[in-house]
């Protein structure tokens, strides 16, 4: 997105915790090193999926 405004966009869920939607591009340049490398946020997402 050039020269554009970033938005998030907060899902709230009943009985679930609220997610949030960026851009990929945001989403790449958040640091690995925040416990939550790769294949946690994979795992996260794919229990999410499966429940």
Known sequence: MQGGL??????????KDPVVIVALDDYQCLP?????GESAWED???DEVSS
């Open 32 to 36: 690995n090193d925040a416990g939550l």
């Open 6 to 15: 970033r938005e998030e966009v907060v899902i709230t869920r009943a009985g």
């Open 44 to 46: 996260a997402f794919r």
